[in-house]
């Protein structure tokens, strides 16, 4: 394989890092079954809720303590459909933007219906990030313009891949657009995507040795990957763990710690998440991260 000039990665690399405005939310929900109840996972960051039955002669019909949620950081919630929901005891309507705290909460759904009407009713949750990250996600016209500057700024050479050759000023557009279905074209992507769905958690670094690559040309895939949504990355100590979107946290950094020689069971790291996310964002070393572990 033809590895990218330095400088081509190196633009390419940080244009990606501005585009993505990576946001890693640890936010978990169960659901108790209830009757006339059913549930179903739209999109990675959305639940929907269909609620069906009789009204009972209040108008109100109550599915009490139905979802359990564990915030491990402040995160958003927009509450869409027709069914209103209650969250540690106080009700928010359709169309709010609800704030989690860190912790665990009780939420219940009500749905209002004439008394003895049979319902059909609907809710969507879908997790939003912070206002801070919104704020940092930058418009699609700033995203080109930062394409085109950072490519202009880099040598006139030629990028190879896949027998394609793309000049150096477009090197950076040429990231951008890609969609994910076109960046799972190359042989070395699919290869990492395979990778981490087997290994979640691996370093960049990990990543090159294991697929025979250098680390500029694994560190490039990762970028185009992280760009298109397939691949996320979060910084753990000094290190950064990749692994698929969608992937649970506390799977991932299980996976991470086994690389780093800290081989606990996965339900130890399930048992002590709320920790090790905090943990995970302060940036704290390995040694507090063994200690809470005992590894």
């Known amino acids: 394989m033809h590895r990218p000039p330095a400088a081509i990665l190196l633009a390419a690399t940080l244009l990606a890092a501005t585009a993505t405005a990576q946001l890693t939310l640890h936010v978990a929900f169960k659901v108790r079954p209830l009757p006339g109840l059913t549930y179903h996972r739209a999109a990675e960051n959305v639940l929907e809720f269909t609620l069906t039955g009789t009204a009972p002669p209040s108008g109100q019909a109550l599915y009490e303590d139905v979802i359990e949620i564990q915030a491990y950081e402040e995160a958003y919630i927009l509450l869409g459909g027709n069914a209103s929901l209650i969250l540690d ?3 928010h309507r359709p169309g709010e933007k609800i704030k989690l705290t860190p912790g ?3 939420a219940s759904l009500k749905v209002y219906a004439k008394p003895g009407a049979h319902y059909t009713a609907k809710a969507r949750l879908e997790l939003l990030p912070p206002l801070a990250a919104e704020l940092l996600r930058p418009s699609p016209l700033l995203v080109a313009a930062a394409a085109a500057l950072a490519a202009l700024a880099t040598a006139y050479a030629a990028l190879r891949e896949g027998g394609r050759a793309v000049k150096a000023p477009l090197a950076g557009l040429y990231l951008l657009l890609k969609t994910p279905e076109e960046a799972l074209r190359h042989r070395g992507r699919q290869g990492i995507v395979e990778l981490l769905r087997r290994r979640p958690g691996l370093t960049a670094r990990r990543i090159a040795r294991i697929m025979g690559m250098s680390l500029g040309e694994a560190q490039w895939h990762l970028s185009v990957l992280e760009r298109v949504g397939t691949v996320r ?5 000094k290190w950064r763990a ?3 979107a969608g992937t649970p946290a506390a799977v991932w950094i299980h996976g991470f710690l086994r690389e780093q020689g800290c081989d606990v069971p996965l ?9 090790l996310a905090r943990l995970v964002r302060s940036r704290a070393g390995m040694g507090e991260i063994r200690r809470l572990l005992g590894c």
């Open 89 to 91: 005891g106080e009700e």
């Open 104 to 106: 665990r909460h009780a």
């Open 233 to 237: 990355s979060v910084a753990i100590s």
């Open 242 to 244: 990749y692994f698929l």
């Open 267 to 275: 339900e130890v790291v399930e048992d002590n998440l709320p920790m």
